[in-house]
């Protein structure tokens, strides 16, 4: 009996961990990319709420989900572009301006998304992968939902990116040493623009992912402050896309500790294991960010690593 609770609930983490991952995936993947040049995105937060309004909206007036999944990442790209545009200016601190946006996304979330919080617009499918099973309970738990499956794809091809592609050895070049990308002719403004603009498009889509698919509706309290976790879980995966995947699997995996107990009946505990994906970042900050301590793999121009 015991070890079929046990089974239960390991099922249970193991599901949690694909549904709830996919956020983390997309904004990490999306602030890797950012970091990689040589700037700090903090607005992820901004940008996920921002995103998750926007691909319920998107999907709802095009009765299409996918439709509202580019939408939102057409939407994060618009403040991303505006994030790198104001690092460009003098004196302007990059962090203070992620702080600024994300106060500005989550406000025109609020403002813009009120009119569909009632309605109910097209939510993204899932692929049944457990087809083959007997037990209703492993066929539940293997209905992977599509958009994980491109963060998977996309990870390995930012990962080819960075170590195969000429592009990708530019922007590692401009995030590893600004001087000497522009004594070879690159244009290190146009660069992270464009780094920071094609990674908050990946963050807006992680944002669709939390009103298009789990939890699936549009609310103001969606995210709760997944996208400032993903920004310290790419300091956890060393600045590696590759890595980003099975932290992001690690973190939903925590995520999903609460639920799964709670489903067996100890709902004493639910809101202690909940705090588990918040423990985790403490202690990853708390590790990489020591004083005097560099994190190994960051990029060169990164002032906060």
């Not at 046990?6 to 997309?26: D, K, M, N, Q, W």
């Not at 091809?157 to 004594?183: D, P």
């Amino acid at each position: 009996m015991t070890g079929m609770v046990g089974g239960t609930v390991l099922l249970a983490v193991l599901s949690g961990a694909v549904r709830s991952s996919t956020p983390y995936l997309f904004v990490s993947l999306g602030e890797c990319l950012t970091e990689k040049s040589g700037r700090t995105n903090l607005g992820q937060e901004g940008i996920l709420v921002l995103g998750a309004m926007v691909g319920y909206a998107g999907s709802y007036e095009t009765g299409s989900a996918w439709a509202g999944v580019l939408l939102a990442g057409f939407a994060g790209s618009a403040l991303g572009a505006l994030h790198a545009l104001c690092c460009q200016l003098r004196r302007v601190n990059d962090v203070a301006v992620g702080i600024a946006l994300i106060l500005l996304g989550t406000g025109l979330a609020f403002l813009f998304g009120k009119p569909f919080i009632q309605p109910s617009a097209p939510m993204l499918s899932a692929l049944s992968l457990g087809w083959w099973a007997v037990d209703p309970s492993i066929r539940a738990a293997l209905r992977v939902n599509e958009l994980f499956l491109v963060g998977i794809g996309v990870a390995v091809a930012m990962h080819l990116f960075f170590l195969r592609t000429r592009w990708g050895l530019i922007v590692r070049t401009v995030g590893g040493n600004a001087e000497a990308a522009r004594a070879l002719g690159y244009s290190v403004n146009g660069v992270r623009l464009a780094a920071t603009t094609a990674g908050a498009f990946l963050s807006g889509m992680g944002g669709s992912f939390l009103s298009l698919f789990y939890p699936g509706s549009w609310t103001e309290s969606l995210s709760n402050g997944q996208g400032l976790i993903a920004v310290a879980l790419v300091i956890f995966a060393r600045w590696q896309p590759l890595r980003c995947l099975w932290a992001a699997l690690m973190f939903g995996g925590a995520e999903a500790i609460g639920p799964a107990l709670q489903a067996i009946g100890l709902s004493e505990v639910y809101y202690v294991v909940a705090a588990a994906p918040y423990v985790l970042t403490l202690i990853i900050m708390a590790i990489s960010c020591a004083p005097g301590r560099r994190a190994a793999g960051a990029p060169g121009e990164l002032k906060i690593a």
